[in-house]
């Protein structure tokens, strides 16, 4: 069993707040523009003791923060490098969105829409291969109901990988 220390429980905090702080810097926010749209749920002092790993954030706050930035909780928290998924030429995948758009279900429909924020953010149209990095194989996974480690072989089971002609 491994103990954690306050040194480590200390790191941990300070990658959080290093990741509230880039979200909240991606929003375009200051802090008193979170406290004030939050109608003052986030004081600034607080957010800003959070951001600095000063403070601890409770998973209760984590998930109204969360809300409030209107991203997955899991964009709050850090990412290292045994979060990783392995092989590193692996963890880009390229995924066929004519062939996921003719599949149905829940699942499909929510990756869908999940695919279509992604081409948003990154100004991509063009419509038939998406690649999706690292980081969004957490999501997918959570939508396919598998392990993260599972993503890439599971889109290749379905068929949804991109393969050029």
Request: net charge neutral; charged share 30%; aromatic share 6%.
């Amino acid at each position: 069993m491994e103990i954690e220390t306050d040194e480590d429980a200390s790191e941990y905090s300070r990658l959080v707040g290093e990741r509230l702080r880039t979200i909240r810097k991606q929003k375009r926010l200051s802090l008193h523009e979170v406290e004030a749209q939050s109608s003052q749920e986030f004081k600034a002092s607080v957010l800003g003791a959070y951001e600095r790993g000063e403070r601890a954030l409770s998973l209760p706050r984590l998930d109204r923060l969360a809300q409030f930035y209107k991203v997955p909780v899991e964009q709050l928290l850090p990412r290292g490098p045994g979060e990783m998924v392995p092989g590193s030429n692996a963890q880009k995948l390229a995924i066929d969105i004519n062939k996921l758009s003719q599949l149905s279900g829940a699942p499909f429909e929510m990756l869908t829409r999940f695919l279509r924020l992604i081409q948003v953010q990154r100004q991509d149209f063009n419509g038939r291969v998406l690649t999706v990095r690292t980081d969004d194989h957490r999501a997918i996974a959570a939508m396919l109901d598998i392990p993260v480690d599972q993503v890439g072989d599971r889109l290749e089971s379905l068929d949804l990988l991109y393969r050029p002609a």
